[in-house]
Every structure is written in structure tokens, then in C-alpha cells.
């Protein structure tokens, strides 16, 4: 297609996207929109064909690499034999999906669970609220400032922003959200090496009196029924916590009987260099939320894990709940595939070198634009890049836009090609890049990756 | 595959469900639940190969029949271009589907609006909620009794039947349930013909006196912020209201400025034949509410449609709301197939005709078992059949499920073929069959549905 | 004083509240507001020395007459000895009072159970949540339209009108509302000669299905935990209701494990002829709430009495709950001698003699203006007169307005002396005077109140 | 009376109130509850005769002595002219009592507004929360750990402690309780020498990121309406804040538009040695709450004054709240007298005095029991005794309770006399002798005090 035809086609879409699309997702962020039509491995391509080099990969959805063919394949398969199917019949893919997910926890555990699947993160979040509330027998939870669990109204309640709640009314079910152990901006104003997590002493002494208002210390009962947790930050920033501290923090909450609920809709399936980020934590979760990688994008299956006591048919009865695409034969048939390639190649050793070898190149970068990069650190493919003033801690909002917007006009050089960058911001003060790559990036893309972003940060700096 | 194979393969498959899969979701209404493994058209397939004539296709989600070619060619060809794309970048079948929704709604009611994605039924119900929410400052809905709106928290909340709730704790916005104009069992005891739609007086009595709790008459301002409805409904037991009611209910909310909120899940997209079945009701809501059929269940795609005046940016700006897998890609590439299916061939037509058909042979059904076939009724293809005692009226859960569980046995003969009859039952008495038959179902499908069902009454009443 | 005088210290006394009194009181109802002086018997004084004789004694709190000479004796009594205690220690009143309640609960109900006191009608209320959320575990009541529990936020979310609520936000507790057997006018139209009680049969209506949205048919559980009732509504306009509702009311929610609250609070002590009102009803209340005639107005104490099931202290242990001036020995000394006093004369046969003269002098006066007074009815002293356009239906809410004000003008003449006629004004649409005359009025004092009522309906209906 | 019948008299009564009364209200704390007969100044007496020297004086609501003959006076004489009053209409006490406190208000904050009662201190806090729900649009309120504001629904959300809450269901409202700045037990471990107040800066942390919960930094809107602030914590055990902490967070509410309400009702009426608490701390708050020693316990009368722009009828009109005995005449009438005898004499100096002078003696008294009285403090009469293990920091509960107990024995012996002394025990950790001693208290009673004081420690230190 010349280039002409494709802007004509490119200004028709935005006219017609202003005149009948909601603003309301979150598409316009960037005015106007940028478009994209077709897209492969690592990289994305818009209407002139430029190549995007993608660090995002849909907020870590598609880790497995856009047109990823084997998953492909897989939903070809079941296109073929069983598309549909109502969710009060069976399908061997559901069952064996399940299987696969209860038995790796089994084993990594050691605690029988079941699995329930639903489709988008938020309502397996729901379904996780479900079980906490029909379990414990009480509506609030504890969540983590800078914590994101979600976009309906329940999974809002959980969530940190306030942003995100205020345009609509009370929430009578508002979590209690606790700080999270984010170093680079300890609350506190503490040092990792000297603090002896002093942030998780302070969730600790909520607990010391009933006049701390969480806890009737007569009854020894807590207000709050579960605590929801992301093992490292999504939203927020991407934020590696200390290991000790979730330790120190699950036997907080056994002992006052408060569930753990992982959230791994963003880290799960190795994007941290382990099957469940929480894994990095040493502890075992009560129950674990998870969805996106799980089928590489390809359909919006999601679903959890709990712990037999609290799930068993017993206490979480045929009924319990219900959704028409909870477990399409679609979604599972593709997650089924997706397990099996986590099982036939060492995707442990795989994240973790390609992670280690990013993290390397952008903590050179760093040492290109001192103190504008405040922070950069990395779990497996999970990375971030904080920017900041030049006192290297002020958050700069603006330059993070300005990067993020330069990036998506795709038009730098790098070994005589045309290139665009895709970034995604993040983080409490909108200042920091998450960086999701594909687990298929090849250490030429992440070179590229790292030239691509000095250029764009000495572009930028220069405005 | 030899019978004894799949005998051994489905009581494994059996086996790893009842330890690893959740009972939580709709699954173990039959013990042991059944398993299908392959469908086309209007028939699934279990493991020995006997053909289920399908009455229900997944609630009304696969209305095209399965294994729609012309919706399976659409979904590949977008995994072979762009199957994933994260939702703050446009592709343009996103922004065509959108359009030709919002297009069809200004062209059938005169009235500018917008279009959102987001997937499962229950997420566009709570995105209609935040909108709702937004726009009229209050948390409070009126509901119909029999109404279902889905399963997360907020659409618990508005879902008529406590059992949805019970489990789990305190539901702050729970609505406030309106009887809705289910003639066959008139809450007043009245016959539509003499009624003069007393209960929708009733409706309006609310707000004669402010002590009549929803009304302020001195500030002139309603507790209630919209009336959710279903144009037919649903899971209540595809209750066929008389027309004139929403007549007076829509004038009766626009003089106190509630707004209505249209659920067309599960009637959307010519189910009753009509594009959207509040049209049949004379009325314009202010927002409408769709998914299932969009994409003939072959991606979970929801969304809302909504005046302009709800969702226009500076009301509902970016970022109101968010969901990774909101407008994927290979969701609305087939819903926008389906939507061009929609307007090159006439569904109103057809499914009427058929429809029309169907009702026929249902009507001649309960001839032959006066009584117990209390009520038959149908809309289009949206069908029922509601099973009672011998007087007509009394309601008949046991024998419903008997029969719902005969037709799974796939035992029953025709034209000397082996079939079974998949069935799903509804209504607030859980005494209704709840037809939605594929569009592409044939004549001769009909009969021997007809068929099919009297020898189902028939062995079943005579336990 | 002379009358100039008066005027000026009147004049500057209501400057002053107008600078410095909030009108979010309903002082303000009638503007400028009345100032009185002193008060005896059935009579207010206003500046000028001008007698008003009252029909409404404070709501019921003064049913034995201003300044009755015991009750002012009683409480100078114990203003000499024990005017203050904490009340975390005893003083024998407190217990005498609890005593004599429980004693005469439990030979006219042939119940036991328990006393609780507090200060003021709402936080009595507030007791009664309290007891019914402990014993339930249910947040959600029903109510009546036209019933009113106080203003206090828990009781604003059971009292009907909306007006109450509309100001202050979402009230997540909000009761669900069910029509009172308001006969005069009936929501459903019919006439209690021939309606058997369809008003209860809709009440019922509610548990025949799940989906009726109270009733989980599976778990036989309700979602709300209590009914609160008023046996004659009070601010509702005084309206009596059939007897056998209730009893049959009662019988539905024993069945459902709904628990009855009976507040009594402006009827109970003998205003409906009874000592409670509830007696005439023929049930037996879980928990009743009292307060206002107990200490005739002379402290605001109240209280409740509940079963000892639900107030036993295993079940509601010392700590529940707490007020500082909860049994103030002032308030349970006037208390106590109410209780002797209600002992030593038959209140029965005075209440409900004087009340029959009353309502003869006002169906007298029904006569003299047809339709106009649409409805008159009384229970004890307990009575009312529906003001009505003159097809004797339509309220008439201007012409309430003007006859209350113009009764308040104090220029009425009567026997050759200047009177003025204080009224009340309640009911749905506020067009009811409820009478709650003293005790201790006369029968020349109500020969005289119909005199000067027939002077304000002829004046006001002039104008 | 002879002992052997007051003996009689006390059992029968015990016997009478462990049946018929609830202890869900604190007197079972102690069991059997100790019964009092009379008081007088700083004295109560029990049926034996034996005095006690009440340091507590009903939580600070008798701060001007049992049976003060001047305001006794003054309810004599309102009860012989004008004792009972519907409250839509006027009395002069009611317009002059609030007058002068927005006068006082007016010329010690310069700060035009007005004054609403009701009765018992919760409604008054329950009207201050309409009033903030109303203004603000918000229903979330920040309240302090460790602080009490009432027991109603609406008052046990904003109060700190879990236990007054936990048998009552779900609270969709409760607050969002920080820490205060109580230096002896300070969270953060930290000096008040060298802290800096940490403690605010935490505080103001919520506010830097819309992550961290509570604010909308786009919108510059606060999730949370009001902070409600005790100057002192009451119950919290009579914690005295560093004035510079108030005059911070006062900036800092102002600047995101959260209102401060200050509740006085345990140290208003110079109990701290000022007019209201507030006025050590150096700010102005929105909204007072006032109750208990306005009437010295003579009657229940409470209210709030609120700021103009909150109050003004255009925003608060008539009938937005109302309660029978709100400004009741009683009340009201003893109010104004307190009102002229704080303006007539100077209890600032007194107060001070007195309450400088006690202090020294339990400053003395901590010196005979080091460590075990870990802290002692005081504010004007308001005044501080924490005990504690011998390490001076680790609450001595038991210790506490037993010295309380004792107390009440009535069996000390001081000058040849018997003697009882009452004390409240009151703080996080239930260790904190919380002292409200009368205004009226001698020299030689205080001198008394301190003596019986270490009776007590002593004999229960021994045990």
C-alpha cells in the first residue's frame, strides 16, 4: 500500500474512532491514537510498515512473542473441532489445564487447590473476592499502595488509585492499603541495608492494640479477611520488593488468619524468571489470581488457584458463581498448549539470562544519563527504568511522556532501518518505563532496545 | 475412536476434574458432568460420537451455528495479521465495529452515541455501572425481579436472585427489584387482556410520596440512579413482557430522570428478530449492553453502547476505565464479520420465520401434554417452554430436570438415528426450557426437536 | 409584662436565631418561628400570656400533661440525692425501671427478656441494629413506606422517605420498603371489606422464588435480618392498620427467621389505649423500642426490650455498646414514677374513653366539612384528620399548611378568651393532623379544640 | 439505714438486674456492679454510707461537681415554667445558649457560625457527619487510632477500636483511621525531641501519589471528607498531643479540602484548661462537637458548632435533621447557666491551677512507683496515669484492673476515715488511669487523692 492510501485509510479510522469510540479505555492517552496493523515476534508495524520494537508486549500478555505459530496452532486445532461449547458441559482442555495448573502448585507448594477459570484478570479478581468473602465472612481486604487488581467496581475497591474510584460514588468495600517495601522510594526514608524491614513492622503494630482499629485483640479477629499482594508491582512500577519482607509478612497474617491472595495477572507464567512470581517470596499463597500470558493474548481466559479448604465443593458449591466464556474451549485449548511449552524447555534459565543481559545494557545506559535514570533494576524479563531529575530521585513525569511519545513517531535510525520504540508507562509518579519483553527477544533486539532508548533519551533531554 | 477408549478417557478426564477443577462455576448441575468433544451447526458431539441436537448453543452465545465458517475464516485471518495488540493502540477493526454498532443505533433510534469493548457479559454491565454511576452522581439501580445481569460483585448487586448473593457478605448497592410483566405468573394475579398494566401503576406509585422511599418531590430527585432491564428475559426464563409496558416504564424513568439500561446479552443481535430486542419495546434506552453472539462465542467480547451525552469524553475521559483485553483484536475481528453477516442477509426474516416455525411445533407439543406444558411462548428464536403439574400452573422443577437429564443421556432414537437433546432450564421456578436454537438450525431440525421433546415428557412422566 | 415589651425581647430573640441557630432543625418550618413561653396542662403560652391549647404534645413525649406535678416531683427528688452516675455503676431507678418494662413484658407477652436504655428515639434504634446485626449477621431490613425510626444515619436507612437521606450521600444499609396497611389510601386500590389482606399477600409474594431477590429457596435464609414496624405509623400520619395484617405479617416472617422490632416510641405508654400499641396487633415483637411519654418529656430517655435469646449476655456481653448518658438517674427516676403511675390508674379506660369522646367531636366535625376532612380515625389518643380536596381523596396539602399556620396566630376566639390551636402535621403527603392530646385533657378542653378546629377549616377554606 | 438492710436492699437489686437488665452497656465491666446511692461535690457514696473520692466524675461530664446547686437551680426553674417543648418551636434558652457559644466561637476564632444540638454525644457527632457528607460529597472520613467517638453506627465507624465494631457487620463507611501522635508510645519509635513530627509527615505522604489511596492528584479531590480529631484523646487514655502536630495537619487538610471536626465533647467546657481543647493546638476547626459537662450531666444535651458556609440554610435547610429532644428546654436551660458561670469566673486559672497542682502530686507519687507509673501528664484537669511493668513501657493490664477494683472496694483508711476511690481506666492497652476530677476539687481532696493513690499501688503491687 503506498503511503498516501495509508494515511487517507489511517485519518478515515481517526475520524471515525472520534466520532463513535468511548475515550473512556484507555486508548487516549496519546492524541490521536497510534494505529498499528499487523505484528510479529517482538515487533509491531504500523500503516507504513515501520517496525515498532515492542518492550511492552501488552502489558506482558504476549509474552511468548506476537504470532507466536505453535499458539497459534493450537487455537486453530480446537477453531476445528470444538470452538464453543456452554461452561456446564466439559471439555478434556479445561480439565487438563486445570490439572496442569493444581499439580504444579501441588508440587511447588505442597497444597492441594483447585483451579476456576473466568476471562480478563478482573473477574477472576472477583472470583477470588468471592472466595475470601464466603470463606472468612467478611467483605474488607488489605492491598498495597501503588497495587493494581483491576477495573470493575470490586476490583477497584482493592486498587490503589484513588483515581480510579473517584468518578463513581461510594465503595462501601474499600481496602486498607498498606505501603509497599519500594525501596527506591522508601516511605520511610530508609535504606534497604539498614531499615531491617521496618515498613512491615509498622503493618505489625496495627495488631499491637484494638485501638489500631484493624484488630479486636478479645476475639482475636481481624477486620480485614485477605490480603492481596502482587510479588512485584504492575502498575506500580514494576517494583522488585525484598524477599524477607513477604516472609515476615505472611506469618503476620497467618497467625491473625488473614488469606494471602497472589496476584499474578501481570507476572505469572515466568515474565519474573519463575513459573509464579511469587515464588521468588518464599511463601505459599492462599490463593493465586492469573490470566494474560496464559494464552499469549490469543483469548482473554484468566483464572485462580485456592487452597482445597477454602474452595472445595463443600464450601464452594456448584452455583457459587458462573460466567459464559469462564472456561471456552478456545482459551484453555491454547493455555493447555502454553503449559506444555512451559514444561518442554527451561524457561527459568531462558527469562533469566535474556533478563540478565538487559538489565546489564540498561545499567550502562544508565551511566549515559546519570541521575535522569534514577533506577533501573530487573526480575527475569520484568524490568524497569525510573526517570528523574537530575538529583536522580525527583520524579519527572514529563520527560517519561516526552520519551513515550517520541518513541511511538517511529522515525529513528539504528543500522541504517527506520525504527519505533513502544513503551509503557507505569509506576506511582507516571515516571517509570515497565519493560515486558517478549521471552523470543534475541540479544541483537535488546542491543537495539538499549540504542533505541539513549537515542530517545538524549532526544528528549535535549527539548 | 473405539467406544472403550473413550469410555477409559473420559473417566480419567472425570477423575482429574473432581480433584482439580473448581465446582464453584455452573459445571456439576449434572453429576458426572458431561463431556463433549466436537460440534458443528446445531449439534454437539460427545466421546462415543452420538449427536446432541443443541437448543440452547451456549446461551444464545453461538447463535450462527458452530463452527460458523465464514466467523472461523475471520478470527484467522487476524492470527495471521495482528492477533494482539495491548488497548491503548488502535487496529481498525476495533474502530469499525464500533462504528457500524453506533451507526445502526443513530440510523434504528435518532440518537448519537459510543461504543466500548470489554469482555464478558458482567464487565460491560459494570462498565454501564461506572457510566451510570458517573453520570448521575448515585450508586442505587432499580432491577427487575427474574432479571440477571451476571455474577461479579456489581453485577451481583443488580441480579435479582439472593442465592447469587447470599455467600457473599454485605452488598452495599444492592437494587432495589421491581416485579417485571410475567403475565403467565402475574404477581397480582391479574390477566394481561383486563390488566391495563396495573403493575406498572405500581412502579409509578413509588413516587407519589416521597414516604414511598425513592423520591424526593420537594428536590424532584430519584434515589435510583437507572432501571436495569432485560427486553426479554433471560436466565428469568425468556419472559416475553407485553410492548406497552416499557412504553410507560421509559416515560415514567425519563420524568424523573432514571436513566434505562438496556441488557441485550443474551437477546442481542437478532436472537428475537429484531438487531436489538428493545426494539420490539418502542423505547430508546440510554445505554445498551451486548456481548455473546458478537463473536458467535468464538472470543469473549462484550461492550456498551451508550448516548453520547453518558460518554462523551469530557464526561467519561481517557482512562475512566481499562481492561487488557477490552478491544482485542481477534474479538472484534469477528464481530466485525458478524456484523457484516448481519446486514447482507435479512436476519429479521429469517429468524422470525424460523422462529415462527418453531413455535408452531411447540404449540402442537403441548396439545399433546395439556397441563404439564403450562405456557409456550417465543419471540423470534427465543423460545420457552415453561413445565408445570397437571393444573397448568403449579411449577415442576423435578420433572424439568428429569427431562434436562434424559436428553444428556443420548439415548433417544430418531429416523433411526441415536440422539440426545441438549436443554437448558431457567425461570424463577427453575421449571423452564429456555430455547435459543442456532440461526442456521433447518426445518427438519425443528421436527425432530419437537420430536425429541415428546418422547422426553413422555418417558419422563411416566417415572 | 407588657405586651411592647414582649414584642421587643421577641423581636430581638428571633434576630438572634437567625444569626446564630442552624435551621437545619424544623424549626424553621413556619417562619418566623413561634417562641412560647410556659407551658401546664394541655396549654403553651406564647410572649403575649396567650393560651394555646396543644393537640400534638411534643409528638406524644408529654402524655401526662405539662409540668405534671409527680414527674416534677420525682425528678427534684433525684436532684437532691444521685443526679449524676456513671453509668458503669448502679443506681437502684435504673434497675426498678428495667424491671417493671421486663415484668410487664413478660406477663402480657408470656416472654422473657431484657432492657437497655439510652438517650433520644434514634439511638434506641441504633441499640436495636446493633442487636439484630449480632444475632442475624444481616446489614438489611425491611421497613414500611411511610414509617419513620429517627435521623441518625442507621435510622435514616430504615425510615421511608427519601428526603431524609437524599443529602447525605450513599447509605449502603438502606431497608428495603414495603406498602403499610394505609387502608384510606391503598396502593392497590381495594377496599379492606373485600381485600382479604392482598397488601400481606404481596409481602409473601417475595419468598415464592429466588428471584424475587429476598430469598435464597435452597438455604431457606433471608437477606434481611429484621422487620421494623410501627404498630399506628406516627410520623406517617397516624395511620391505624387492620389487626390481622400483622398477625399475619408475624406468622410470615417467623417462618423466614425475620425478626419483628416494634417501635413504640411515639405510641407506646398507653397513646393507642394500650400500653404498648403492639397489643392491639396480637403479636409478640422480637424487640421493642421506646422512648419520648416515658419520662413525659422531662429527660430524653429511651430504651429498648428484647428477647432473651438475642440480648442474653453470652450473646450480647457486657461492652456491646455504650452512652454516657444512657441510664441517667434523672431520666430513670421520672421513668420509674411513669411506670407507677401507668400502675396505680387504669389508663386503659381513661385513654380510650377520653379518646372515643374526641374522635365523636371530630367525625361530628367530618360533617360539617365533607370531603375536605377526608378521613378521621383515632386508636386511643392516637388520632387523625386527612385533609383532602374536595372529593375527598386528594390531599390537600396547602390548605394543612394554612390551618396549622393560622392556628398558631393565637387570635382565635373562643367562649369569649383568645386562643391559639397548636397542630401537627403529618403524613405521606402532608396532609394529616395527628392529634396526641394529653392524658389529662378535658372534655370541655376537646369540645373547645373541635370549636377552634371548625374556625380554621371554615377560615382557611375561605381564603 | 442500718447495714444489714442496705445489705438486703443492695443483693435484691443485683438479683433485679442480673435478670431483667442487658449488660451489653458497661456496667458489667465490674461484677458485681458497684451500686451508688448519693453524691455530692467530688464524693459518692455507697449504701453503706462509705464516701468515694471520684476522680472521674462520669468521664468528664459532672466537671463541676455533683449536685452543683447553681445549675440545679436552673433546671428547677425551667421545670416550673416552660419543661417540655416540641422542638420546631422557640425558647429562649435554646437561642440564647447557642448564641453565646457562636459568640465565643465568632470572637475566639473570628469565624462566623452556628450551633445545632441534639442529645448524647454520638447524635451530635452523627449531625457533624451529615454535615460533612452534605458539604463534601464524601462519606470516607480520616479519624485517629486510639480515638472514640461514639457507639450509634454512624460514630462506631469513625472510632478506632475494631471491637465496637466486629458483632455488627459490614461498615461501608468506616474510616481510615492514622496514626496519633502519642509520643510515649510513639509507632515510629521515635523521640518528640528529635522526631520532627515523623509522624504528620507520614501523613502527608498519602497525598504525594494517587497510589498511595487517598487522593486524585489530577482532580486535587480527596477520597476522604473530614479528619475528625479529639485535641485530647479520651478514652484513647487522655493522650496530650505536641501542639505544633495540630497546626501542620490542619495545613494540610485545608490545602486538599478536608475538613477538620474536633470533638469535644469529653474535654470542651475547660476541662483542659481552656474554653475548647482546641485552643491549645493553635487551629480552627470546621466543626465542633460538644456535649457531657454543657449540662453537668443534668441532661443529655449535645450539639455542634459548625462554620457558616457548612450550616447556612441555603446548604443545611430546615428539616435536614431533627430529633424530639434536641434543644429540649431542660437542657437548654442548664446549659446557659453553665455558659454565665464560665463567663462570670475565671476557670481558665482555676482550671490550671488546680490541674498544676495535682499533677505535682502524681509526678510525686510516679517517684514512689518508678516504672510500674510509666507515665503521668496532664492539661489543665485532664490528667494521666499509665502503668506499667517494672521496665516502665510494657502495659500492666492486670495491674490496672486490680487497682480499679480495689478502688471500689471501699475499704481504705485515710485521716481515720473509710474511704473508696473511683477511677476510669481508659487507653490503647487498657493500662491508663484516665482522670477527670471536679473543678470544685479541694487541696485537701487532691492531697487525698494522691495519698489513696499509693494505697492502691502498693497493696495491689503486693498482690
Known sequence: MPISDAAIKSAELLALERKYCSFGDTVHYLDPPKVFVSCEGSTLHDEQGTPYLDLQMWYSAASFGYRNPRLADALKRQLGRL?????????AEKVELAARIAQYCEKRFGVK????????????????????????????????????????????????????????????????????PYCFRCMYGLKRETCELYCEDQFEKLFESEYHSVWDSRAEVSEYGAFY???????????????????????????????????????????????????????????????????????PLSGIWAREELITPEIFPPGS???????????????????????EEDYEKLVNEKGAYFLAGLRELQTRHPGIIGDVNGLGLALRIEVCKEDG???????????????LKGDMEAGGCKYGLVLDVGGYH??????????????????????????????CRAQ
Not at 470452538?83 to 471439555?91: E, G, I, N, S
Not at 471456552?328 to 514444561?343: D, F, H, P, S
Not at 513525569?397 to 518513541?407: N, P, V
Request: glycine share 10%.
Open 83 to 91: 470452538p464453543q461449547l456452554a461452561c456446564q458441559y466439559l471439555h
Open 393 to 407: 530521585i525527583t520524579p519527572d513525569r514529563k520527560l517519561t511522556d516526552r520519551i513515550f511519545s517520541e518513541g
Open 430 to 459: 507516571k515516571n517509570v518505563f515497565t519493560l515486558s519483553p517478549a521471552f523470543t527477544i534475541t540479544r541483537q533486539e535488546m542491543d537495539l532496545a538499549v540504542e533505541l532508548l539513549d537515542q530517545l533519551f538524549r532526544r
Open 321 to 343: 458463581t458462573h460466567s459464559t466464556f469462564s472456561s471456552n474451549t478456545l482459551g484453555t485449548a491454547v493455555g493447555l498448549e502454553t503449559l506444555k511449552m512451559l514444561e
Open 229 to 299: 499482594i502482587e510479588p512485584v508491582q504492575g502498575t506500580g512500577g514494576y517494583v522488585i520488593p525484598p524477599k524477607e519482607y513477604f516472609v515476615r509478612l505472611k506469618q503476620a497474617c497467618e497467625k491473625r488468619k488473614i488469606l494471602i491472595v497472589d496476584d499474578e495477572v501481570q507476572m505469572g507464567f515466568y515474565r519474573t524468571g519463575k513459573f509464579w512470581a511469587v515464588e521468588h517470596l518464599g511463601i505459599t499463597p492462599d490463593i493465586i489470581v492469573f490470566g494474560k500470558a496464559l494464552t499469549n493474548g490469543l483469548n
Open 113 to 180: 487447590g483447585r483451579v476456576q477459570f473466568n476471562v480478563g484478570g478482573s473477574q477472576a479478581i472477583e472470583d477470588s473476592l468471592k472466595i475470601v468473602r464466603n470463606y472468612t465472612g467478611r467483605n474488607l481486604m488489605f492491598a498495597f499502595m501503588g497495587g493494581y487488581h483491576g477495573r470493575t467496581l470490586g476490583a477497584s475497591a482493592i486498587t490503589s488509585s484513588y483515581r480510579y474510584r473517584r468518578r463513581y460514588g461510594h465503595f462501601g468495600d474499600r481496602a486498607s492499603f498498606i505501603f509497599y
